[in-house]
């Protein structure tokens, strides 16, 4: 009795890929595919750069990855000197 059920299952199975294969086209399929492999990409990078930033640090607490003073030392980003408690109200 398994044998026939499990038999019949893969006809079933092999029956309802190649009805879907019949009607839609591969293109679509592909596209459909690389979509998704997309997607998955970037929420893997995504996952990767968000936990490489939470990794704490000498100072304690986590960092970004490049803090404004690496980028151009010397800039008013850098030393803070144009942020004033009036810009926050």
Not at 37 to 65: D, N, V, W
């Amino acid at each position: 009795m398994i044998r026939i059920v499990l038999t019949w299952s893969g006809v079933l199975f092999l029956g309802a890929v190649a009805a879907f294969l019949l009607f839609v086209p591969p293109l679509w399929i592909g596209t459909a595919a690389m979509l998704w492999m997309g997607f998955m990409l970037m929420f893997a990078l995504g996952l990767h750069l968000e936990t490489q930033s939470m990794l704490p640090s000498a100072g304690g607490g986590g960092t970004l990855l490049a803090q404004p003073a690496e980028i151009m030392p010397g800039t008013p980003a850098a030393t803070h000197d144009h942020i004033q408690s009036s810009d926050y109200l």
